[in-house]
């Protein structure tokens, strides 16, 4: 299972990194209802001498590592050189397509959604559902932390960009984009590249995992250091560089929109 409720926290992971209860509680800047709850995220990362790690860590069950995680649901198509294959199904090394070209695939980290999580702290509370974009392409199954590719001619003159990363969460529209939680557990994914990349899942343009703008003070230095643990293929969180196009939300892309 991927959330494990413990009285304390456990695995010997998590223990080098150990803090008192109330340190927990805001292990990551974040209040949480529930200090005991982890989550299990099994990480795979390409080394410099072409081998791949495999680890597994257990974390606070918070935003700050769930979203390294749960971005794709298993059976998602990622396109590569060699065609779209599942989520699942990838292993570091291989070469992935992203807007820049191929390149390879870094880290892969997965968790499990469970439907009905009875912690408030825990972001994995559903699961969303895009139309493949696409000939051959199964419906899209998305974590709640997946950023979608929103392009727009506006943008080219007020950002000098044409395109932005937004929520996919803050597309649900009851029709196209549908907010569901599906009645058992479903495997989730995340994939880091060399740099900040945008890849295609199902047709869809979506960004590859970014921590974005990660402070010390703003999550801790616990969960900092868990998270460059994590990431075996950075030797710091400023590794991965800089975003391949600006994060926004959608309140903000509409107003530029109506300018």
């Given amino acids: 299972m991927a959330l494990t409720p413990t009285v304390t926290p456990s695995g010997e992971d998590y223990n080098a990194y150990a803090v008192s209860k109330d340190q927990v509680a805001t292990f990551d800047g974040q209040p949480r209802r529930d200090p005991s709850l982890t989550r299990t995220i099994e990480a795979a990362a390409y080394l410099p001498d072409r081998s791949v790690s495999e680890s597994s860590f ?4 918070t935003p700050t590592f769930e979203t390294c995680a749960s971005a794709f649901a298993q059976g998602t198509l990622i396109s590569t050189v060699m065609g779209p294959i599942p989520v699942e199904d990838l292993i570091p090394g291989d070469l992935v397509q992203t807007h820049r070209g191929p390149e390879p695939l870094l880290w892969k980290g997965s968790t499990s959604y469970l439907p009905n999580s009875a912690s408030g702290s825990t972001s994995l509370t559903h699961l969303l559902r895009l139309p493949g974009d696409g000939l051959d392409q199964g419906d899209l199954l998305l974590g709640p932390a997946a950023r979608l590719v929103i392009r727009q001619e506006k943008f080219a003159e007020l950002l000098n960009c044409d395109a932005v990363l937004a929520p996919a969460s803050e597309y ?20 880091a590249l060399r740099r900040h990349g945008i890849l295609r899942a199902n047709g869809h ?9 990660v402070s010390e003070t703003e999550i801790g230095a616990p969960a900092r250091a868990m998270l460059l643990k994590m990431f075996e293929h950075v030797t710091d969180l400023d590794g991965f560089g800089g975003l391949a196009l600006p994060r926004s939300s959608r309140d903000v892309i509409d107003t530029l929109r109506a300018a």
């Fill in 58 to 61: 257990t974390v606070p069950a």
């Fill in 172 to 191: 649900v529209d009851g029709d196209r984009i549908l907010r569901i939680t599906p009645p058992g557990a479903v495997r989730l994914y995340h994939l």
């Fill in 205 to 213: 343009e979506l960004e590859s995992y970014h921590p974005g703008r």
